[in-house]
């Protein structure tokens, strides 16, 4: 087990020996979640890197990555815990059998904790040997608002309250990643209660840093051309923008497929890897991927003529 960073720049150092590159702000926001053991809850565009932050401190700090996906109509027995139903009743016959009537008794007996199925969100304040876990609450948008309320408890006061037992509280606060890919706006409640980090799409240099990063394997040249391109697709009118986490799997198909720098034919072939929805990749392929290709080109040997000038200008 890892210790906490102590400083933002530890923070920026820390994400890096993930091999995620954060920006000053996003290093800012996980050092306070940490540093003051509050939940850290990060929205934006889909594909933007939100839910690698939780997969790194898990990986980087030696800590058990606890994973909680949501969806539409999730419950406390799926999201926090049930009872294990089956087992109850076969105590219960057992109990029978064996002649034991009293009512409280059998009822103590079979609400103990023997019988509790622990779901992420009881797992989370549990002991773990190696630390207090990473708690990732994915795309909590995608939940409806009774759910949301009740999670109110458990990240204000990291407690979860079960009838038949009481309230099990963690000896330590698991260090918690919401994400959010704003389909819904969260309640102010829940906010309240966080580190609010927005993760947008990076710029050329750091989306470039990121391929670099992520595909080592990726030539220099090509590497430019795919994230330059990925930027200006962006600029365009699509259903579904292609995100950080396209624009690595471009790369690496790109690199499977020994290609060293885009053409129109790469582009046409490729797509489909790039763009997830037919109408954008009818919208782009053919002649206005190849109008985008043109100019990623002008733009780059702009750009190369610039470096060559300032490097003649200082000498």
């Keep these: 087990m890892a210790d906490l960073p102590q400083t933002v720049d530890e923070t920026l150092e820390l994400l890096r020996r993930g091999d995620y590159v954060?920006?000053?702000?996003?290093?800012?926001?996980?050092?306070?979640?940490?540093?003051?053991?509050?939940?850290?809850?990060?929205?934006?565009?889909?594909?933007?890197?939100?839910?690698?932050i939780a997969k790194v401190l898990s990986r980087v700090l030696g800590r058990r990555l606890i994973r909680l996906q949501c969806y539409e109509g999730l419950d406390v027995a799926s999201a926090v815990y049930e009872w294990n139903y089956p087992r109850q009743m076969l105590e219960i016959r057992l109990a029978e059998?064996?002649?034991?009537?009293?009512?409280?008794a059998l009822a103590q007996d079979i609400f103990d904790e023997r019988f509790l199925i622990r779901r992420p969100l009881l797992q989370a304040l549990e002991d773990h040997p190696e630390g207090p876990p990473v708690l990732l609450i994915d795309e909590l948008d995608r939940t409806d608002e009774p759910f949301e309320a009740y999670l109110l408890e458990v990240l204000s006061d990291f407690q979860i309250t079960i009838p038949e037992i009481g309230t099990i509280r963690a000896a330590k606060p698991p260090?918690?990643?919401?994400?959010?890919?704003?389909?819904?706006?969260?309640?102010?409640?829940?906010?309240?209660?966080?580190?609010?980090?927005?993760?947008?799409?990076?710029?050329?240099?750091?989306?470039?840093?990121?391929?670099?990063?992520?595909?080592?394997?990726?030539?220099?040249?090509?590497?430019?051309?795919?994230?330059?391109?990925?930027?200006?697709?962006r600029k365009r009118d699509l259903f579904k923008l292609p995100g950080v986490a396209e624009t690595l799997d471009?790369?690496?198909?790109?690199?499977?497929?020994?290609?060293?720098?885009?053409?129109?034919?790469?582009?046409?072939?490729?797509?489909?890897?790039?763009?997830?929805?037919?109408?954008?990749?009818?919208?782009?392929?053919?002649?206005e991927a190849a109008r985008i290709l043109e100019e990623v080109r002008a733009q780059l040997r702009r750009e190369a003529a610039e470096t060559v000038r300032r490097e003649v200008a200082g000498t």
Excluded: M
């Excluded at 059998?97 to 409280?104: D, I, L, N, P, V």
């Excluded at 060293?260 to 109408?279: A, I, N, R, S, W």
């Design 250 to 287: 471009w790369a690496r198909a790109l690199t499977a497929l020994d290609v060293v720098e885009l053409t129109p034919e790469v582009v046409h072939d490729t797509l489909g890897t790039l763009l997830k929805y037919q109408d954008d990749i009818l919208k782009i392929r053919g002649s």
């Design 175 to 233: 260090i918690v990643v919401i994400t959010s890919n704003r389909t819904r706006e969260i309640h102010d409640a829940l906010k309240r209660r966080c580190f609010y980090h927005w993760v947008d799409y990076p710029d050329f240099a750091r989306e470039l840093e990121i391929v670099r990063v992520r595909v080592p394997g990726v030539e220099q040249r090509l590497s430019r051309q795919v994230v330059a391109f990925v930027q200006e697709l």
């Design 22 to 52: 954060a920006d000053r702000p996003l290093a800012t926001a996980v050092y306070l979640a940490l540093a003051l053991e509050r939940p850290l809850f990060v929205e934006g565009e889909p594909g933007t890197g939100k839910t690698e």
């Design 97 to 104: 059998a064996a002649g034991e009537t009293s009512r409280e």
